[in-house]
């Protein structure tokens, strides 16, 4: 093992995160927790990439629940590790496992926090468009117009850090 580069940790995040989409059971297995071997320090940063793929195929095969409960643990891991990237795609995960779990007003307030945070145009990364898109339909059907503005407002207001405290 070299003193520099990505570690192991996060290579197979990498992989598990390239094929969320394309190979669902091929990136849970890259995605599998591993323990740190002995002399190695444990990943924390690449551990919430792990849990975010790991929720992405769980999210898509309908483990709602378990989905929401692993992309929420990384969000607070990339909130408290700075990583801006990473808590965007965890917030915008979130909101849609929010929405799909019978919480549209928490799923509209990630949304505004999320927003808030976005910088530069606002626009999504392409990742994290499709996402959006489901989530936003399922907030169009759940809430009023008023009150999706309204919970975006609260949740531009609280922040992603205000919203997961």
Avoid: I, K, N
């Avoid at 309908?62 to 965007?88: E, K, N, Q």
């Amino acid at each position: 093992m070299t003193d520099f580069g990505p570690g192991p940790a996060l290579c197979r995040a990498a992989l598990a995160l390239a094929l969320a989409r394309t190979d669902p059971e091929a990136a849970l297995e890259a995605a599998q927790p591993e323990a740190p071997g002995p002399g190695r320090a444990r990943d924390e940063w690449a551990d919430a990439w792990l849990r975010y793929a790991r929720a992405e195929v769980l999210r898509w095969e309908g483990d709602v629940s378990t989905a929401r409960t692993l992309v929420a643990s990384a969000l607070r891991t990339h909130l408290a590790y700075g990583s801006v990237v990473g808590a965007l795609c965890a917030a915008e995960l979130l909101a849609d496992a929010a929405a799909l779990s019978g919480d549209p007003v928490l799923a509209a307030r990630l949304h505004g926090a999320a927003d808030a945070s976005r910088s530069g145009t606002g626009t999504l990364d392409p990742y994290v468009e499709p996402v959006r898109r489901r989530c936003e339909a399922a907030l169009a059907a759940g809430l009023t117009a008023e009150r999706r503005a309204q919970a975006y407002a609260e949740g531009a207001s609280a922040g992603l850090r205000g919203l997961m405290s």
